[in-house]
C-alpha cells in the first residue's frame, strides 16, 4: 500500500509540473490556462488525500501494536 501511495503522489507531482507549463500568467482563467489552474488544484487536493490515507494506516498499524 505504501508504494502506491508514493506512486500516485509522484503522479500527482507530475501532473503539476505538466499543468504550469501550461498556464498563461497574462490569462489566468482563459481557455488552456484554466484548466491549467484546475488540474493544479485537484492535483494539490488528491496529495492532501493520500497523505491522510498514508497517516491514518500509520495509526491504524500503531494502534494493532
Known amino acids: 500500500m505504501k508504494i502506491l501511495i508514493y506512486t500516485l503522489m509522484g503522479l500527482a507531482v507530475a501532473l ?5 507549463t ?3 500568467f497574462n490569462n489566468l482563467f482563459e481557455g488552456n490556462s484554466f484548466a491549467a489552474a484546475v ?16 497517516i491514518s494506516k500509520n495509526i491504524e498499524e500503531k494502534s494493532r501494536n
Request: a neutral charge; charged letters at 10%; aromatic letters at 4%.
Open 16 to 20: 503539476i509540473i505538466f499543468n504550469v
Open 22 to 24: 501550461l498556464l498563461d
Open 39 to 54: 488540474g493544479i488544484v485537484l492535483s494539490l487536493c488528491a496529495i492532501c488525500a493520500l497523505l491522510i490515507l498514508k
